[in-house]
């Protein structure tokens, strides 16, 4: 299965919406390194970010990530997306009451 991981919030800590900020000074999310590798074992795995792969993958490199590649464009085949802020679609019903 192909999955693709968010970076902000769910990679790397960093709640506010993504910008030209600088994230060379902050951290892992808390087991996110683990989970990436177990993952790893049994999926492609991949990051999906609207930051530039240029201030992404240094980070990764730098707090022990490997073997992801960076994008900002879906995967074709893409089964899951783990992210953050996302809705889970159910029904056009359910989304329209959560969003009321």
């Known amino acids: 299965m ?3 991981c968010d970076f902000d919030g769910v990679i790397c800590q960093h ?5 030209e900020t600088t994230i060379d000074n902050l951290k892992p999310v808390k087991q996110s390194k ?4 177990w993952l790893q074992k049994k999926h ?3 990051v999906l970010t609207n930051r ?10 730098k707090n022990g990530f490997k073997g992801l ?5 879906k995967l074709p085949e ?6 953050d802020r996302a809705i889970r679609f159910i029904s056009w019903s359910d989304t329209c009451k959560l969003l009321g």
């Open 2 to 4: 192909i999955v693709a």
């Open 44 to 46: 492609l795995v991949y």
């Open 69 to 73: 590649v960076v994008t900002d464009k």
């Open 78 to 83: 893409t089964k899951m997306i783990i992210d």
């Open 15 to 19: 709640e506010k919406i993504p910008s």
């Open 34 to 37: 683990e989970a990436i590798k």
């Open 52 to 61: 530039p792969a240029g201030q992404v993958v240094p980070w990764l490199v």
